[in-house]
């Protein structure tokens, strides 16, 4: 009887900046020793610690089950951001990794799940380029957020996860089924180094580069995987360590809620219109590389010059093509949704939805159901 072969399990290298955590950088370093499939290395980028952050590190490093590196590095005042710790922490961790690896990210103030390393690898091995992965706030943390920012961040997730499902009905992707989410927080990312090679790496931007990074693989057409089972607990506190994060957000809005939801939600039917047109515009890309012209009505509904449209077709990448698309047409511009119209655009979400029979099929066992209680989600 011949033996089975067990493909070997790629290289694993978790990439953590930090800087001052000496309240939480034990705890979040100790959970790898937990994990079901431990990492190869973690890579600690200590940037511009003034704390004992160091001092706790190097005390740790010799009773692990896995290589700790420390590197230590300052950055100029200018350049001391959330952004370029990552960028330069990810760099670090892929050449530990090699070409066949795979680079895992989370934050200093974060516990991974137990089984974080293993169910993001299995995520990637079933054929994703990058997961993104869910985040819990600390329930001690989470219990100490005034009751209207909870109240507030349920309706921003219903109607993300909404909008999320009109896009999944509209146009899915293979990549990316369902139960998915919308998150793409730098607190919980895995990607293999090939693809985070072929990006160039984290984009050098000041904040949002979690963000960034995954819309530069999105028009790399990476397959992207929002698994909503890989995991991890961040903190809630209010005063955080990245200028314009989670904590800066919380903080202001505690003091008067913002005027508009988050800039990743739009009105419904935008994002039905949306959804609708990328679905015209990937058939369109593949009629064209089979020898089938664009439709002469999609240059028109687009409000794009024929010509133009048909050079944004022939791009190599349908997420390039589509980026171009989106910036470039008048009906795709993006509109903020106002907190006080969260309601009203959940209601008009549920409308669209209900036009679609897998939707009528499917919804009451997707968590997608109103919640009579008024309960939510923390977002990272």
């Given at each position: 009887?011949?033996?089975?072969?067990?493909?070997?399990?790629?290289?694993?290298?978790?990439?953590?900046?930090?800087?001052?955590?000496?309240?939480?950088?034990?705890?979040?370093?100790?959970?790898?020793?937990?994990?079901?499939?431990?990492?190869?290395?973690?890579?600690?980028?200590?940037?511009?610690?003034?704390?004992?952050?160091?001092?706790?590190?190097?005390?740790?490093?010799?009773?692990?089950?896995?290589?700790?590196?420390?590197?230590?590095?300052?950055?100029?005042?200018?350049?001391?951001?959330?952004?370029?710790?990552?960028?330069?922490?990810?760099?670090?961790?892929?050449?530990?990794?090699?070409?066949?690896?795979?680079?895992?990210?989370?934050?200093?103030?974060t516990v991974v799940a137990d089984d974080w390393v293993e169910?993001?690898?299995?995520?990637?091995?079933?054929?994703?380029?990058?997961?993104?992965?869910?985040?819990?706030?600390?329930?001690?943390?989470?219990?100490?957020?005034?009751?209207?920012?909870?109240?507030?961040?349920?309706?921003?997730?219903?109607?993300?996860?909404?909008?999320?499902?009109?896009?999944?009905?509209?146009?899915?992707?293979?990549?990316?089924?369902?139960?998915?989410?919308?998150?793409?927080?730098?607190?919980?990312?895995?990607?293999?180094?090939?693809?985070?090679?072929?990006?160039?790496?984290?984009?050098?931007?000041?904040?949002?580069?979690?963000?960034?990074?995954?819309?530069?693989?999105?028009?790399?057409?990476?397959?992207?995987?929002?698994?909503?089972?890989?995991?991890?607990?961040?903190?809630?506190?209010?005063?955080?360590?990245?200028?314009?994060?989670?904590?800066?957000?919380?903080?202001?809005?505690?003091?008067?809620?913002?005027?508009?939801?988050?800039?990743?939600?739009?009105?419904?039917?935008?994002?039905?219109?949306?959804?609708?047109?990328?679905?015209?515009?990937?058939?369109?890309c593949w009629n064209l590389r089979i020898g089938r012209p664009a439709p002469t009505a999609l240059a028109a509904?687009?409000?794009?010059?024929?010509?133009?449209?048909?050079?944004?077709?022939?791009?190599?990448?349908?997420?390039?093509?589509?980026?171009?698309?989106?910036?470039?047409?008048?009906?795709?511009?993006?509109?903020?949704?106002?907190?006080?119209?969260?309601?009203?655009?959940?209601?008009?979400?549920?409308?669209?939805?209900?036009?679609?029979?897998?939707?009528?099929?499917?919804?009451?066992?997707?968590?997608?159901?109103?919640?009579?209680?008024?309960?939510?989600?923390?977002?990272?």
């Amino acid at each position: 009887m011949p033996f089975a072969i067990v493909p070997r399990r790629p290289t694993a290298v978790v990439a953590i900046p930090a800087r001052d955590e000496a309240d939480r950088i034990s705890a979040c370093i100790q959970a790898f020793a937990r994990q079901t499939w431990r990492p190869d290395a973690v890579l600690l980028l200590l940037n511009n610690c003034t704390d004992l952050s160091e001092t706790i590190a190097r005390n740790l490093s010799a009773t692990l089950p896995f290589a700790l590196r420390i590197v230590c590095h300052t950055f100029p005042p200018a350049d001391a951001n959330a952004g370029n710790a990552r960028r330069l922490a990810m760099q670090l961790a892929d050449e530990i990794a090699g070409p066949a690896g795979v680079l895992l990210t989370t934050d200093a103030d974060t516990v991974v799940a137990d089984d974080w390393v293993e169910k993001a690898l299995r995520a990637l091995s079933a054929g994703a380029d990058v997961v993104c992965g869910r985040i819990d706030v600390d329930p001690v943390d989470a219990a100490l957020i005034p009751w209207n920012l909870r109240a507030d961040d349920a309706l921003e997730c219903e109607l993300a996860e909404l909008l999320d499902r009109i896009a999944f009905v509209l146009d899915p992707e293979p990549a990316d089924p369902w139960p998915r989410h919308t998150e793409a927080a730098g607190a919980n990312i895995a990607v293999t180094a090939a693809a985070f090679r072929r990006t160039g790496g984290i984009p050098p931007v000041a904040t949002g580069e979690d963000r960034a990074f995954i819309k530069l693989l999105a028009r790399m057409d990476a397959r992207i995987r929002h698994d909503p089972t890989v995991r991890v607990t961040v903190s809630g506190r209010i005063y955080g360590r990245a200028e314009g994060g989670m904590a800066d957000t919380m903080r202001r809005r505690m003091n008067r809620q913002d005027e508009f939801a988050d800039d990743g939600l739009e009105p419904a039917a935008d994002a039905y219109r949306r959804m609708d047109f990328r679905r015209r515009v990937r058939s369109a890309c593949w009629n064209l590389r089979i020898g089938r012209p664009a439709p002469t009505a999609l240059a028109a509904d687009l409000g794009i010059p024929g010509a133009r449209l048909q050079r944004l077709l022939g791009n190599r990448f349908f997420g390039a093509a589509w980026a171009e698309i989106e910036s470039g047409s008048p009906f795709l511009r993006r509109r903020s949704v106002r907190f006080i119209d969260l309601p009203r655009q959940i209601a008009y979400a549920r409308q669209l939805l209900e036009q679609h029979d897998d939707w009528r099929v499917t919804h009451a066992s997707t968590g997608l159901l109103p919640d009579p209680t008024g309960g939510g989600r923390q977002r990272g």
